[in-house]
């Protein structure tokens, strides 16, 4: 099998050798009863490390998310979320489809959740209104920013103050907390429940954990077998699950430092620009000011030199006068060597 240079996302890792092995061997039981020792195992252990009661297994970030919302509200309330949150943006209007909820987007200055508006965006008591029944957040954001704690610390206590729970996005939680220098559960004791993903940097071929108390949690495992998420001998799954949570988190920080190494040399070459100087986590945003023709061009010189990239148009980002916004995220299966060839193919085509 070819090895691609996958700079698309981190969801494209491949699970470790040592994962292959242990989901062969797994113990596995019918989950959906209870019995499958590898899951109890796994979200025992996720539920410890998250620093909540209890945790559940489920097949994807989004339908943690969405699990997250319909296991704290009632139908007809209103979520208070950034306008270009996951949540909001790229999980084909869930919120509305499958919990009869509506979103009050706000837009924060620069993405980092301002507590100030989120107080403002809250409904008051009256009888036109939907009742404010959730807030939410991202860490980090889809731009690869982290949220200092500061931050959300502001927005649980104000929500705490008022009684509105708050669900954390945390699919790439891990990156932010060795962004911050802090123990993850510094991150997710700003909020009630918590989703993150197992199956993006962290090398999983698939599933999330969702995490909170034991009450939310029960509610939680019924909605997702509403949602058709009970899985039966999926502990052949969580095997990998266990190695991302003990394993994999540590080596985050590789892929961090690749990407401002990605970025050091990438803004060498004339013509490009970090859209972002904060690199915070494992991607980087570039602008490239070079025609579209140039840029398809680009991508499949790219291509067959085994490096896969995807430009804009794709990932939600406009295509205005030549200059264009490209993400690359760093992963596991990039290494530094990796890293240097691609900016060495990039610089020998814009050269020639």
């Known amino acids: 099998m070819k090895k691609w240079i996958d700079y698309r996302s981190d969801t494209v890792t491949q699970p470790t050798e040592a994962m292959r092995a242990a989901m062969a061997a797994a113990e596995v039981g019918d989950d959906v009863y209870g019995d499958d020792p590898t899951v109890n195992r796994l979200e025992s252990m996720a539920a410890d490390i998250l620093g909540k009661e209890a945790a559940?297994?489920?097949?994807?970030?989004?339908m943690g998310n969405q699990i997250g919302v319909m296991a704290s509200t009632n139908r007809g309330g209103e979520v208070v979320l950034d306008a270009?949150?996951?949540?909001?943006v790229n999980e084909v209007a869930g919120v509305a489809v499958l919990?009869?909820?509506q979103t009050r987007s706000v837009s924060f200055p620069d993405g980092i959740p301002d507590a100030d508006i989120i107080k403002a965006a809250v409904r008051g008591k009256n009888i036109h209104y939907p009742t404010t029944q959730l807030i939410c957040m991202e860490n980090a954001l889809s731009s690869g920013r982290v949220v200092p704690l500061d931050a959300m610390r502001s927005v649980y206590s104000y929500a705490s103050s008022v009684g509105i729970p708050v669900h954390l996005d945390?699919?790439?939680v891990f990156n932010a907390a060795i962004a911050l220098g802090v123990d993850v559960k510094e991150i997710t004791a700003q909020c009630d429940s918590v989703m993150a993903c197992l199956s993006k940097g962290l090398c999983a071929p698939v599933g999330s954990m969702l995490a909170g108390d034991a009450e939310f949690v029960e509610r939680a495992r019924k909605c997702r077998k509403l949602l058709g998420g009970g899985m039966r001998q999926v502990g052949i799954l969580a095997a990998a699950g266990i190695l991302s949570i003990t394993e994999m988190v540590p080596l985050l920080k590789n892929d961090h430092d690749n990407a401002k190494h990605l970025a050091a040399e990438l803004t060498g070459i004339p013509g490009i620009f970090l859209n972002d100087a904060n690199i915070d986590i494992n991607m980087v945003f570039l602008r490239f000011e070079l025609p579209r023709a140039t840029m398809e061009s680009l991508k499949a010189h790219l291509e067959e030199g085994g490096i896969r990239i995807t430009l804009p148009g794709n990932v939600g980002d406009p295509l205005k006068n030549n200059v264009h916004r490209l993400r690359f995220v760093l992963n596991h299966d990039i290494t530094k060597d990796d890293v240097d060839y691609t900016v060495e193919r990039i610089r020998s085509f814009l050269a020639g």
Not at 56 to 62: A, C, D, E, K, N
């Open 56 to 62: 559940l297994f489920v097949p994807s970030g989004t």
């Open 170 to 172: 945390g699919a790439r």
């Open 84 to 88: 270009a949150s996951h949540i909001m």
């Open 99 to 101: 919990s009869s909820f």
